[in-house]
């Protein structure tokens, strides 16, 4: 096909000229022409357009859940604000969603992220449950040691049981492992009343350090001089 | 391959850029493809695939991200040939092209190769085509010889082919002796256009004979990239900027230059720097007057001793100890920054010249035409590339605007001067429903 306005010869299927998209009209010895380019299908359109990804439909679940808890709450006149505590952890699950499942970051990072979630739900359980929860201090001297302790674990077993196919988590359990010296920390500055849970999971994470690094330190060593090089 | 670098590598002086500046819309992509004179048997192209990967080891990776810098781990998964998608150049991420920084698609007789810039640039890939194309045709029961010019399957991989030749060419020197001012641009004129609302981007190819091409450039006494640029430019500033009476603005046309045809290296991975080619337009531009400045500009820009300079210019940026220890999170928002306030308005657009694309003439039979893309965005909204294989040249251009005007006066230079063309286009400008009624 010829373009007669532009004086070129189309080399594909089409009723256009590419260039001034006036109608141009085919040849003899033309029908063997195969369409250069694959053609905007409807498929491909809808998926630019669709607003109906899974957080999206969450977040307007979670919005409408937190509605009717605010509604209900306030509407009783509870002198407990706890629909703050429904928005919080409707919240927590929709960043775990993006920042956890959803993402490419290593192990550890999602780990961190999930233990300052917690935390933070912890703390304004604290701040609304204030006066049904008779424990002064339980979040930084009980709590977080825990919420570390579990995180290193799980960690830990999932590093264990997979850790001929992705040795590269076996580093993101020792660097999660570090996070066990922030309640020890935390009560060298006084911050933390009670040592007991603090000593705890200091002793726990330095253990699960060594046991990394002796039976993996060519794994861990690797991983360092890869991921650490600058 | 040596044991260290077969589980991660450094990604390249030139890389290391890339991925900071990679976005949720933009990326820096390449692609080359190729129109076979048969349709594409996808399942031995898969085969085929499998088979070529295992020779390139600096392509066999996926990017990973590290506290200072992204690095590259080996990939132990396969690639997969996909259908190609409708949008040209589509964002490589982990959940499209498996992890790796490629992408390999094929629609009717066309194969295309999408290349994530991080991992190698034009001579790498075309390598890595040219293998894949190789092993392709073998694998199909075609007769065809590697001719020494295909890196194939069963050779021995040189460790300087994944090398960093910006490292092995970089000589130190003390930061007063640096050039830092010869990579620097000076505002220029911005494309203007309706962009795209969507990821899609408008792609029309001109196929041109070559020896008409040559022929023409010898009158005109000037090489075939000094012709494209300058007729690219006078495109640009009759179709653009003439017709809005704007006042005099400077028009930059970036062009990579390959550094391997100056410095010795074999290396697959990233080693090309760039010259910047600017001009003022006004109505005295003649064609004469651009190949001449595109001529002094790209000798100038292609001198040794120049590049040299470059070289160590950008390494001394990667060891400056203050950037070295910067952890990546806050490379990146200070690149985007940088980015954001200096490095956009500093070009008009990108033309790469990749020039003659060495294939064996055993592939002859099999391949219609060649040609390569660069991929557009709203910062340089169109690119222009030009590529030659066998007595073809491909002339592509893409753009994120929805107008063709710029195509069109290119094009109406070319016919006018004599030159035989074939266009083809994948519409992304037009309706589909009004592509349905025509």
Same mark, same amino acid.
């Given at each position: ?25 085919? %040849? ?193 060593? %690797? ?8 | ?41 996808? %399942? ?82 075309? %390598? ?51 050039? +830092? ?11 203007? @256009? ?62 990579? +230059? ?159 001067? @004599? ?20």
């Amino acid at each position: 096909m010829r373009c007669k306005f532009c004086n070129v010869k189309v080399d594909c299927k089409t009723h256009i000229c590419p260039l001034c998209h006036e109608l141009i009209t085919p %040849e003899e010895g033309d029908e063997n022409l195969t369409p250069a380019f694959p053609p905007k299908t409807e498929k491909c359109e809808r998926k630019r357009h669709t607003h109906f990804t899974l957080p999206n439909i969450y977040l307007a679940v979670s919005f409408v859940i937190f509605i009717i808890c605010l509604a209900v709450n306030l509407g009783l006149h509870q002198p407990t604000k706890w629909f703050l505590m429904v928005g919080a952890v409707l919240l927590y699950g929709f960043l775990t969603m993006r920042n956890t499942v959803m993402s490419n970051n290593s192990a550890w990072i999602k780990a961190f992220w999930q233990i300052v979630m917690i935390s933070l739900i912890l703390w304004l359980a604290q701040v609304v449950f204030d006066e049904v929860i008779t424990v002064k201090f339980w979040l930084l001297d009980i709590a977080l040691p825990i919420i570390i302790m579990l995180s290193v674990l799980t960690l830990g077993i999932i590093s264990c049981a997979v850790v001929r196919k992705n040795k590269a988590l076996l580093y993101d359990t020792l660097f999660l492992s570090l996070m066990g010296f922030v309640p020890i920390i935390l009560y060298a500055f006084g911050l933390v009343h009670g040592v007991l849970f603090s000593a705890i999971c200091a002793g726990f994470c330095a253990i699960v350090i060594v046991c990394v690094i002796i039976f993996a330190r060519k794994e861990i060593l %690797e991983e360092m001089e890869r991921r650490l090089h600058w | 391959m040596s044991e260290k670098t077969a589980k991660w590598l450094r990604l390249d002086n030139s890389a290391k850029i890339f991925p900071m500046m990679a976005d949720k819309q933009n990326q820096n992509l390449f692609n080359i493809f190729t129109r076979l004179t048969e349709d594409v048997d996808k %399942e031995v192209l898969q085969r085929a695939l499998e088979i070529t990967i295992k020779r390139f080891p600096s392509m066999n990776v996926m990017l990973k991200r590290g506290v200072f810098w992204f690095y590259f781990e080996q990939h132990g998964g396969k690639p997969v040939v996909y259908d190609a998608d409708p949008i040209v150049m589509k964002k490589i991420g982990s959940s499209n092209c498996g992890g790796f920084c490629f992408r390999i698609s094929c629609y009717k007789n066309v194969i295309y190769a999408d290349f994530f810039h991080a991992v190698t640039d034009g001579t790498g890939a075309a %390598e890595f085509f040219k293998s894949l194309l190789f092993t392709y045709f073998t694998l199909k029961g075609y007769p065809v010889d590697g001719e020494q010019k295909v890196l194939t399957v069963g050779s021995p991989v040189n460790p300087r082919e994944y090398e960093d030749s910006f490292l092995t060419n970089y000589k130190k020197k003390k930061i007063k002796d640096l050039t +830092i001012s010869s990579l620097k641009g000076k505002k220029s004129y911005r494309i203007s @256009g309706i962009r795209f609302d969507n990821a899609g981007k408008g792609v029309i190819n001109m196929y041109t004979p070559a020896k008409q091409f040559v022929k023409v450039c010898r009158e005109h006494n000037c090489t075939v990239t000094e012709m494209i640029g300058a007729l690219f430019m006078l495109s640009v500033y009759e179709t653009k900027i003439k017709p809005l009476n704007l006042p005099p603005q400077d028009i930059q046309l970036f062009v990579p +230059i390959n550094l391997r045809k100056i410095f010795p290296s074999i290396t697959l991975r990233n080693f090309s720097l760039f010259s910047r080619i600017g001009v003022t337009a006004t109505d005295d531009m003649t064609l004469e007057s651009l190949t001449q400045l595109i001529h002094e500009c790209l000798k100038r820009d292609t001198q040794k001793e120049m590049l040299s300079d470059k070289i160590s210019t950008t390494v001394y940026a990667e060891k400056f100890l203050p950037m070295r220890i910067l952890p990546l999170f806050f490379k990146r928002i200070i690149f985007k920054i940088s980015n954001l306030f200096f490095g956009k308005n500093k070009k008009t657009a990108t033309f790469s010249s990749v020039g003659v694309v060495s294939l064996p003439d055993s592939f002859r039979p099999y391949i219609k035409d060649l040609g390569f893309g660069i991929t557009a965005n709203n910062a340089c909204p169109v690119t222009i590339t030009a590529a030659t294989a066998y007595d073809t040249m491909c002339i592509n251009f893409t753009r994120k605007i929805t107008d063709t005007e710029i195509e069109k006066r290119f094009a109406r230079y070319l016919t006018d001067f @004599g030159i035989d063309l074939k266009v083809t286009s994948n519409f992304w400008e037009v309706d589909e429903d009004a592509m349905q009624i025509l």
